[in-house]
C-alpha cells in the first residue's frame, strides 16, 4: 500500500528553533553584558545521560550561550544533590539548571528537582511549572522539554488540536502528565493511558492524535492506529527504536514523527530556548 503520510522532521525544526534562539542570545549579551548561561547536573556516569548532557552543553554553546558541567559521582546523596543544586539556585551568573533524568535510584529525585528556582528551571520539571502550564500561566514557569517541544513540532505542522481527541499513553511526571496539560490547553479532548488501562488498543484507535510515551520498543502496533491520525513518538529506546511500530503505523497516518530526528531534537531546542528565555527574564531584556 502507498502512503501519503508526512514525515514531522524535527531536525529540521529544531535547528529553526536554535537559529532564532541564537539571535536573541546576541540581543541578550548586547542589551545585559551577561552571557547566559545553562548548568547541566548529572549524577553518575549512565552512558546514554553522559550523551544527552553532552549533547545539550554542545547545543548550548552553539548559540552562544555558557554551559557549566557539574558531574557527580554515583553515590552521591540526595542531601548532597540537593546542597548543590541550591548553590546554583542562588549563583547569579547561573540562568538554566538542567539535572538530569534519571538520578540514580538511591536519590529523591522530586526533591532534587524541587531545589531548582523556578525563574531557573529550563527543562520544566518542578511542581511550579507543572502548575504554571496546567493553570495557563507560562510566565510562571517552563514547559517539561519533552512535551513542549512536540507542541512545538504540532505548532510547525499547523495542526489544529481544537476539538480533535488526544491519547496520550504514559503518565510520567516529565512526559504524560505535562502533555495531558498542554493538550488539554489548547483545547484537545484529552484520554491518558497507562499501564492499567483496560484495552489500550481500543482507546487508542479514538485518537486523533496519539503520543506515546511508554519506554517499550514499537509497543504501538499499526492496527491501534485510526486511519489519518496524527502519530507522535516520544519513545527512545536502545538501538534508535521508538514505542511505535513506525512502518505500519505510516500506513494509517496522516502525520508521524520518525525516531530517531522527531520529538528528541524538539526536546533539546526547547530546553535552549527555555534558557535564553529565562536568561531574558532574570537580566530583565525584553
Ligand atoms: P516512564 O517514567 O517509565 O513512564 C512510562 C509510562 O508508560 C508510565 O506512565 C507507565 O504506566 C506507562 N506504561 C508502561 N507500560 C505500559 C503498558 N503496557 N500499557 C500502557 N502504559 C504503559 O517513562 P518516561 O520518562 O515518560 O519516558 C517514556 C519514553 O519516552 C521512553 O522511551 C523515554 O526514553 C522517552 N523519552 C524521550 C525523550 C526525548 O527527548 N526524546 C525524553 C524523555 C523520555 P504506569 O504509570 O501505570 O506505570
Same mark, same amino acid.
Given at each position: 500500500m502507498t502512503t501519503t503520510a508526512t514525515l514531522m522532521d524535527g531536525k529540521r525544526v529544531a535547528q529553526e528553533t536554535l537559529d532564532v534562539c541564537a539571535g536573541r542570545v546576541r540581543h541578550i549579551i548586547a542589551q545585559s553584558g551577561v552571557t547566559p548561561c545553562l548548568a547541566t547536573v548529572l549524577v553518575g556516569a549512565d552512558p546514554a545521560s553522559v550523551t544527552y548532557t553532552a549533547m545539550k552543553r554542545k547545543r548550548c554553546e552553539a548559540v552562544g550561550m555558557k554551559s557549566l558541567k557539574i558531574e557527580l559521582p554515583e553515590a552521591t546523596t540526595t542531601e548532597q544533590l540537593v546542597a548543590q543544586i541550591t548553590r546554583l539556585s542562588h549563583d547569579?551568573? &547561573?540562568?538554566g539548571i538542567l539535572l538530569q533524568h534519571?538520578?540514580? %535510584?538511591?536519590? #529523591?529525585e522530586r526533591l532534587a528537582f524541587e531545589a531548582i528556582a523556578p525563574g531557573k528551571d529550563v527543562d520544566g520539571v518542578t511542581m511550579q511549572s507543572f502548575g504554571a502550564i496546567t493553570f495557563d500561566r507560562p510566565e510562571m514557569g517552563f514547559g517539561s522539554c519533552t512535551p513542549a517541544g512536540i507542541m512545538r513540532l504540532l505548532d510547525a505542522y499547523d495542526v489544529d488540536l481544537k476539538g480533535k481527541h488526544a491519547v496520550v499513553i504514559g503518565r510520567s511526571a516529565i512526559l504524560g502528565k505535562p502533555m495531558a496539560m498542554m493538550l488539554l490547553s489548547r483545547h484537545a479532548t484529552v484520554t491518558i493511558c497507562h499501564s492499567?488501562? &483496560?484495552d489500550l488498543p481500543g482507546v487508542v484507535r479514538l485518537g486523533d492524535i496519539v503520543v506515546a510515551a511508554v $519506554? %517499550?520498543? %514499537?509497543? @504501538?502496533? $499499526? #492496527?491501534w492506529i485510526k486511519q489519518g491520525a496524527i502519530v507522535i513518538d516520544a519513545g527512545y529506546n536502545?538501538?534508535? &527504536? $521508538? #514505542? @511505535?511500530d513506525f512502518d505500519a503505523a505510516l500506513e494509517k497516518s496522516s502525520m508521524i514523527t520518525p @525516531?530517531? $530526528?522527531? @520529538?528528541g531534537p524538539m526536546t533539546i531546542a526547547t530546553l535552549i530556548d527555555q534558557t535564553a528565555t529565562a536568561a531574558a527574564r532574570m537580566l530583565g531584556v525584553e
Open positions: 547569579a551568573s &547561573v540562568h534519571p538520578a540514580p %535510584k538511591h536519590i #529523591d492499567r488501562t &483496560v $519506554g %517499550k520498543p %514499537k509497543f @504501538v502496533q $499499526g #492496527d536502545a538501538g534508535n &527504536v $521508538g #514505542d @511505535v @525516531v530517531p $530526528g522527531g @520529538v
